[in-house]
C-alpha cells in the first residue's frame, strides 16, 4: 500500500451506485435508481471533511459503496493509493481494519446476544489476535478509551443507554486503530444533550489517534462544529465543495443556501423564519433533464431545465455545480 505523503488517504472519482427495482411477471424493468451518481472529491489525512445532505441524496449509500459494504456500479476508490475495487475478498479484508466505520444506530449495529466485552474483542479475532486474555484487556482499555468503565464489560447491549451504546459503537471502531473512520450520521439518533459529548469524544479521538473522518450528517449545524470541508449532496450528485468557512459565510448554490436557512435561529427567544426549499424532491429513478435542483431552484434559467452543470472550481478549493456561479 502506497502511503507517500502527497497521496491523498481518499480519493474517490465519479463513484457511482445504481440500484435495479426488482422486475415483477410480465412488466418492463423499471429505470434503475441512481442513489450516487458519479461523485468525487478527496481526503486528506488528518482532515474532517462533512458529506450533508437531505434523507433520501445518498450520503449513506455513498459511505457504504466506497467502503465496499455494497459493491459499486462503477467508479474509483483509492485509499492510500491503492484502488479499493481493484482488490479481491482477502486483499480488502485486511486493508479493512485501516478503514472503519460507526454506524447510525448503536443498537441495530451490534448482536444484542453477545456481551460488550465480546463485542470489543471481535476485531481483534477477526485479524487473527486469538490471545483472549490479551484480547478482554484491549476490550477494557478501549472502554476506558471512550469514557465507559470496566463494569460495561460483561453488560449486554440492552443494558446500555444509547449514548453509552453508541461509544461501544466508537471503541470497535478505534480498536484496530484505523487511518478512516466514516461516521455515518453518529448522533443523529442519540438526545440532544448526548450528542455534543459523543461530537467531543469524536474530536478528542481525531487528535489523540490522528483519525481522518468521512462525517455524514443532515445537520448543517454539527457539520459546521465538526468538519474541516463539506461536500454538499442533492439526489446523488455533490452540488458544492469548501471548506467549512466558505460554505457557511459564502455558500454559491442554491440548494446550500436553502439549506443553512433551515438552521433555527434563535433571537429574543423566537424562531427565525427564513426562505426555505419549495417544490418536490425528483425522483431518483426518473430524473429531471438539466440540473436536478431546477425544479425547486429559486434563480433558475433556461440553460438550468436543459443542461447538468459540471462542478467547477470558482475560486481556490471552492467547487460549485450551478451555471449561475
Known amino acids: 500500500m502506497t502511503t507517500e505523503k502527497n497521496i491523498p488517504l481518499l480519493e474517490v472519482r465519479n463513484l457511482k451506485k445504481y440500484f435495479l427495482p426488482e422486475k415483477k411477471f410480465l412488466e418492463e ?3 434503475p435508481v441512481r442513489a450516487v451518481d458519479g461523485i468525487s472529491f478527496t481526503l486528506k489525512a488528518g482532515e474532517t471533511l462533512g458529506l450533508v445532505g437531505e434523507s433520501g441524496c445518498g450520503k449513506s449509500t455513498a459511505a457504504r459503496t466506497l467502503l465496499r459494504l455494497i459493491e459499486p456500479t462503477s467508479g474509483q476508490v483509492s485509499f492510500c493509493g491503492t484502488n479499493l475495487f481493484d482488490l479481491k475478498e482477502t486483499e480488502m479484508r485486511s ?25 470489543l474483542q471481535e476485531p481483534f479475532e477477526i485479524h487473527g489476535h486469538q490471545d483472549k486474555k490479551e484480547n478482554a484487556e484491549k476490550a477494557t482499555q478501549l472502554l ?12 449486554y447491549p440492552h443494558e446500555l443507554s444509547g449514548g453509552q451504546l453508541q461509544r461501544v459503537g466508537i471503541a470497535r471502531a478505534i480498536a484496530l486503530n484505523p487511518k478512516l473512520v466514516v461516521a455515518d450520521e453518529p448522533v443523529s439518533a442519540l438526545d440532544v444533550s448526548i450528542q455534543a459529548q459523543i461530537i467531543n469524544l469524536l474530536l478528542d479521538l481525531k487528535e489523540n489517534l ?68 419549495k417544490g ?12 436536478a ?7 433558475k434559467e433556461k440553460q438550468c431545465e436543459e443542461e ?17 456561479k
Open 29 to 31: 424493468q423499471a429505470p
Open 95 to 119: 486493508l479493512r481494519r485501516k478503514m472503519q466505520i460507526i454506524f447510525q444506530d448503536p443498537y441495530s449495529s451490534v448482536n444484542p446476544a453477545r456481551r460488550i466485552g465480546h463485542i
Open 144 to 155: 476506558e478509551q471512550v469514557g465507559l468503565t470496566p463494569d460495561h464489560f460483561n453488560r
Open 210 to 277: 490522528d483519525i481522518s473522518y468521512l462525517f455524514i450528517s443532515h445537520d448543517m449545524g454539527v457539520i459546521e462544529y465538526f468538519c474541516d470541508r463539506v461536500a454538499v449532496m442533492y439526489l446523488g450528485k455533490i452540488v458544492e465543495l469548501a471548506n467549512s468557512e466558505q460554505i457557511y459565510n459564502s455558500p454559491q448554490h442554491p440548494y446550500t443556501t436553502a439549506l443553512l436557512n433551515a438552521i433555527p435561529n434563535l433571537e429574543s427567544g423566537r424562531i427565525k423564519q427564513k426562505t426555505s426549499i
Open 280 to 291: 418536490d424532491i425528483p425522483n431518483p429513478a426518473t430524473p429531471l433533464k438539466g440540473c
Open 293 to 299: 435542483f431546477h425544479n425547486r431552484c429559486p434563480i
Open 308 to 324: 447538468i452543470p459540471p462542478l467547477k472550481e470558482i475560486g481556490p478549493g471552492h467547487l460549485v455545480a450551478c451555471f449561475l
